[in-house]
């Protein structure tokens, strides 16, 4: 059952992760189009899905302080490898929108 469990958390990392890397390059994509409102709703999904990411994370790592250990196999490296590859996509997402929004002579939100 634990290892379920465990397998459940490291998925969702994985999958939420993707999610939010997609939604990102999408937002990006729309910029690039001058469709800002498209390229927010986009940087919305991508930081619910890094929310969701999130909750699995703090899963894990309550269970780790309350002496309940996660195996640490390679697919859990690989799951905080992909969380950290998205937040950090998501994080330059929006510094590219913001990048079209002051190309169109808009505000940004920066």
Same mark, same amino acid.
């Given at each position: 059952? $634990?290892?379920?469990?465990? %397998?459940? $958390? +490291?998925?969702?990392? +994985? +999958?939420?992760?993707?999610?939010?890397?997609?939604?990102?390059?999408?937002?990006?994509?729309?910029?690039?189009?001058?469709?800002f409102e498209t390229a927010a709703a986009k940087l919305a999904e991508a930081d619910a899905a890094l929310s969701e990411?999130?909750?699995?994370?703090?899963?894990? %790592? #309550?269970?780790?302080?309350?002496?309940?250990? !996660?195996?640490? #196999? %390679? %697919?859990?490296?690989?799951?905080?490898?992909?969380?950290?590859?998205? +937040? *950090?996509?998501?994080?330059?997402?929006?510094? !590219? !929108?913001? !990048?079209?929004?002051?190309?169109?002579?808009?505000? *940004?939100?920066?």
């Open positions: 059952m $634990a290892e379920e469990q465990d %397998l459940e $958390a +490291i998925m969702g990392l +994985i +999958i939420n992760g993707g999610n939010a890397k997609s939604s990102s390059m999408e937002a990006i994509m729309a910029a690039k189009k001058d469709d990411a999130h909750n699995s994370q703090t899963d894990m %790592l #309550t269970k780790e302080a309350n002496g309940d250990h !996660v195996q640490v #196999t %390679l %697919l859990t490296v690989h799951s905080q490898d992909h969380l950290m590859n998205a +937040i *950090t996509f998501r994080d330059l997402a929006g510094e !590219v !929108v913001d !990048v079209y929004k002051k190309m169109a002579g808009l505000p *940004t939100d920066n």
